[in-house]
């Protein structure tokens, strides 16, 4: 209990400012009085709550890097940011954005950036041996020198960033603007930021 304490520390602690640190650390200090009382239920559940708030602020701060809209384009007024720990669906963080065009022809693509969950972890298989990937519609390309996967049939591509986050960008259909368009979102993501983020 002591070492997840401390590594619970050590995390919030290289956080950004605008961390809700009296609230993680309140529950930090709530655990450590429970586990000397030997309420380890108490504990436990103050420690989970911890942990969740920490990563709300890593899904805000990947929110932060997600690219504005493109010309033309407009986002919705707000990202989707979840956060769930391992006991829930493999756990991990998630942030979202979608992107509309103007004009009379409907065109959506969607980037999402998420980890610190079990997909991320399996996909690290899939970049590592490309012989794994299935079907004709996958192949993999390089986009200025970072592996990714191109997926043709649902119009996606996909990299895998310091073996710690999954970032898929996907269009609303495959017709060529589309493309265009989520190649041109894809190459707007600020990936140097979110290498620094997940170090």
């Known amino acids: 209990m002591k070492r997840v304490t401390a590594a619970l520390l050590a995390a919030f602690i290289s956080l950004p400012g605008s961390v ?36 709300q602020q890593r899904a805000a701060g990947m929110a932060d890097l997600l690219p504005p809209p493109l010309a033309g384009w407009v986002s919705e007024e707000e990202d989707t940011t979840t956060a769930a720990n391992a006991n829930m669906l493999g756990g991990g963080i998630n942030a979202e954005r979608v992107y509309r065009q103007q004009g009379d022809d409907y065109r959506e693509v969607r980037v999402n950036i998420s980890g610190e969950s079990m997909l991320v972890q399996s996909m690290g298989m899939l970049f590592g041996n490309p012989m794994f990937m299935g079907g004709s519609e996958q192949k993999l390309v390089v986009i200025d020198g970072r592996k990714v996967i191109q997926n043709s049939a649902e119009g996606s591509l996909t990299t895998l960033v310091n073996n710690k986050a999954l970032v898929v960008v996907s269009g609303s259909s495959n017709d060529p603007t589309t493309v265009a368009a989520v190649k041109s979102y894809f190459k707007a993501i600020n990936f140097t930021q979110l290498e620094a983020m997940l170090k």
């Open 20 to 55: 809700l640190a009296d609230d993680v650390t309140d529950q930090i200090n709530e655990a450590l009085r429970a586990y000397q009382a030997k309420d380890l239920e108490m504990a436990v559940t103050a420690l989970d709550a911890a942990s969740t708030l920490i990563r």
